[in-house]
């Protein structure tokens, strides 16, 4: 059982370039969520999904856009990367937004933008 | 809005020493509280959970009780291991917004 699927694991960028993060889950989970993880700053959320077909801003969405054309997976890209994007990128899924599911996390994307 | 504030580490400790890692939390209403653990090179997963106030969650011996009277969830194990070396993050859950709100994490460090 794969649970939550990120690709790639680790990408170089330089500055200006694009690129896209898939996260995969095969849980048929409805919410997906993408985070990023910065020392002392804990996760903070960018986008994330109710549902295929759907997605919302988060806390920091600025530079990032979002993705779910199919319910099992949701696409993070990266139009013009700029250093400030460098951080640990983690896709997390759950069944529904009752207050006691625990979000599903993949195991990170580290990005680094020079 | 809603946050949650971890004490800072990092925390270094012996193995079988008592570890305490505190928690508190500010919220509209009435938040599931939750702990997750990262270990080195992986993603986060859950350790134990809470939905009500009193509520004890506790998972591999490690224990933390839902304080309404003092927004707290502070997590607590008796004799810890090499093993549980890792991050460790407190988080609220808003039944109003669904979303998940992390605090900064901290990193414990057990030392044979």
């Known amino acids: 059982n794969a649970g939550v699927t990120q690709t790639p694991k680790f990408r170089v960028l330089k500055t200006g370039q694009s690129m896209t993060l898939l996260c995969a889950q095969d849980?048929?989970?409805?919410?997906m969520y993408w985070y990023r993880q910065d020392p002392g700053m804990g996760l903070r959320l960018i986008h994330y999904?109710?549902?295929?077909?759907?997605?919302a801003k988060g806390e920091v969405p600025d530079g990032y856009n979002v993705s779910r054309l199919k319910k099992q997976n949701f696409l993070l890209g990266l139009e013009s990367a700029a250093p400030s994007q460098t951080s640990v990128y983690f896709c997390?899924?759950?069944?529904?937004?009752?207050?006691?599911?625990?979000?599903?996390f993949g195991d990170g994307t580290r990005l680094s933008i020079l | 809005g809603d946050s949650v504030t971890q004490m800072e580490g990092p925390v270094t400790l012996s193995e079988e020493a008592f570890l305490t890692i505190n928690c508190t939390y500010t919220a509209t209403g009435y938040p599931s509280l939750f702990w997750y653990v990262q270990y080195p090179g992986e993603g986060l997963q859950l350790l134990l959970k809470a939905t009500k106030a009193d509520d004890k969650g506790s998972n591999k011996g490690f224990e933390a009780t839902y304080r309404k009277e003092t927004t707290s969830f502070h997590l607590e194990k008796g004799s810890v291991q090499v093993s549980d070396s890792a991050v460790y993050f407190c988080a609220s859950h808003s039944s109003n917004t669904g979303k998940l709100i992390f605090g900064q994490g901290t990193t414990l460090q057990v030392k044979p």
């Open positions: 997390a899924s759950t069944s529904f937004r009752g207050s006691n599911q625990p979000q599903h």
């Open positions: 849980m048929n989970h409805e919410y």
């Open positions: 999904s109710v549902g295929e077909g759907t997605t």
